[in-house]
């Protein structure tokens, strides 16, 4: 049965934590799939694109993502995934960044604009457990980048560097939505 699981803010040690490698028996597990499983659901729940496995309370280097326009994020084009990283790393990445809106559902509430590479590759096991490699760009991109900060806990706020940037979501949808910055 899929469980909608509680998302850890900002504040909770765990979101602090680093995660650690799936191996090769919990893989077969029928607990990863449970928790593949209930992390999607408990995305869509709380209208997210990306959720990673520290945020819902398990140390383990996992993360799902789907994007897709929803009430949180309206602007968004593209309809990508849902996807599943399993030990994920970035073996290559662009040196040119590109400096965009993003939110967490470690930091309800709050959007600020974050730095990121244009483009990664990425190489990582999918939900059957065969390694994939691939390029994603732009907004995919950031949400790959976004969510593998968390399995090494750090959070989006600690990428800002324009720190006036900071906003709630309210503020944001009035004055900054959808206006080049
Ligand atoms: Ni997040």
Redesign the pocket.
């Known amino acids: 049965m899929v469980t909608i699981r509680k998302v850890l803010r900002a504040g909770h040690p765990l979101v602090r934590q680093s995660a650690r490698e799936v191996s090769d028996e919990e893989l077969s597990s029928s607990d990863i799939s449970d928790l593949l499983e209930d992390m999607l659901e408990t995305m869509r729940d709380h209208h ?1 694109v ?3 496995a520290p ?1 819902v309370q398990a140390g383990l280097r996992l993360l799902v993502y789907e994007i897709d326009a929803n009430e949180r994020y309206p602007q968004v084009e593209e309809s990508i995934g849902p996807k599943t990283l399993i030990n994920p790393t970035i073996v290559a990445r662009s040196a040119e960044m590109v400096t965009d809106w ?6 309800p509430d709050l959007r600020a604009r974050v730095p990121r590479h244009q483009w990664v590759r990425v190489e990582a096991l999918d939900a059957e457990g065969d390694k994939r490699t691939f390029r994603a760009e732009g907004f995919e991109a950031r949400v790959i980048q ?2 593998m ?2 399995l090494d806990g750090r ?2 706020i600690d990428r800002v560097e324009d720190t006036q940037s900071f906003s709630f979501v309210e503020e944001y949808q009035r004055y900054h939505a959808g206006r080049a910055e």
């Not at 993003?102 to 930091?107: I, P, Q």
């Open positions: 997210g990306g959720l990673a945020q993003e939110g967490c559902l470690s930091l976004h969510e900060d968390h959070l989006l």
